[in-house]
Antibody, heavy 118, light 108 residues
Framework: EVQLVESGGGLVQPGGSLRLSCAASGFTLSNYDIHWVRQVAGKGLEWLSTITTADDSYYAGSVKGRFIISRENAKNSFYLHMNSLTAGDTAVYYC????????????WGQGTLVTVSS | EIVLTQSPGTLSLSPGERATLSCRASQSVSRSYLAWYQQKPGQAPRLLIYSASSRVAGTPDRFSGSGSGTEFTLTISRLEPEDFAVYYCQKYGSSPYTFGQGTKLEIK
C-alpha cells in the first residue's frame, strides 16, 4: 500500500524550531518530487516548499530563510526543518509526493498539527 | 508570481445537479500545469485532475477538467452526495506551486 506517514508535529514556543518527518512506503521516494503544504484551521491550502528529484529546492516567500526541505532517499524519507516559528505558523502540515516528470502531488500524508504558542 | 482566483467561493447545489467551478490565473499557466483537488473535512487533499483535463486513476468520470491559458474549469456532471467538499486548483511544474483559495460545494 502506498503511504506517506508524517511525524514530528506538536507544541513549540514562539521563536523555536521543529523538524517534521515524512516516511514513504509502497513506493520509491527518489522517483518523486516532494512537497510540503500547510493549512490553517478553517482556511485554504498553502504551498510551502518543494524539492525535486534533482535536489532543487523551492520555497514560498512566507517561509523562505526559515524553513529547509531535505530528503534522505536511503531512508525513503524527507523532512521540513522549521526555524523562528511564530503563531502564524500554527497549522496542519501535509507532506506530499508527485511523480517525476512534472506531475502534481498525488500522494499525501495524513497531516500533522504544529501549534506555536507560549 | 501567478495568483489563482477560484469562483464562486461557495456553491450550493442539490444532488443530481451539475456543478461548474472556475479557476482564473493572473498569468498564463505554462503547459496547462493546472491540477484540481478535493478535500473533505479532516482529510488530506485528493488529486482529481492534472494537466487541466486528465483524470487521475480512480477519479469518477463525472468529474471533468477543461481550459488553458488563464481560464480553467472543473465540472461535475451529476452531483453525488460524496462530492460535497472543498475544491482547490493548483498551478504546478515551477515555483511557486500556488493554490487557489478554494470553492466550497455545499448541499442546497
Amino acid at each position: 500500500e502506498v503511504q506517506l506517514v508524517e511525524s514530528g508535529g506538536g507544541l513549540v514556543q514562539p521563536g523555536g524550531s521543529l523538524r517534521l518527518s515524512c516516511a514513504a512506503s509502497g513506493f520509491t521516494l527518489s522517483n518523486y518530487d516532494i512537497h510540503w503544504v500547510r493549512q490553517v484551521a478553517g482556511k485554504g491550502l498553502e504551498w510551502l516548499s518543494t524539492i525535486t528529484t534533482a535536489d532543487d529546492s523551492y520555497y514560498a516567500g512566507s517561509v523562505k530563510g526559515r524553513f529547509i526541505i531535505s530528503r534522505e532517499n536511503a531512508k525513503n524519507s524527507f523532512y521540513l526543518h522549521m526555524n523562528s516559528l511564530t503563531a502564524g505558523d500554527t497549522a496542519v502540515y501535509y507532506c506530499a509526493a508527485g511523480a517525476v516528470g512534472n506531475f502534481p502531488p498525488g500522494f499525501w500524508g495524513q497531516g500533522t498539527l504544529v501549534t506555536v504558542s507560549s | 508570481e501567478i495568483v489563482l482566483t477560484q469562483s464562486p467561493g461557495t456553491l450550493s447545489l442539490s444532488p443530481g445537479e451539475r456543478a461548474t467551478l472556475s479557476c482564473r490565473a493572473s498569468q498564463s499557466v505554462s503547459r496547462s500545469y493546472l491540477a484540481w483537488y478535493q478535500q473533505k473535512p479532516g482529510q488530506a487533499p485528493r488529486l482529481l485532475i492534472y494537466s487541466a483535463s486528465s483524470r487521475v486513476a480512480g477519479t469518477p468520470d463525472r468529474f471533468s477538467g477543461s481550459g488553458s491559458g488563464t481560464e480553467f474549469t472543473l465540472t461535475i456532471s451529476r452531483l453525488e452526495p460524496e462530492d460535497f467538499a472543498v475544491y482547490y486548483c493548483q498551478k504546478y511544474g515551477s515555483s511557486p506551486y500556488t493554490f487557489g483559495q478554494g470553492t466550497k460545494l455545499e448541499i442546497k
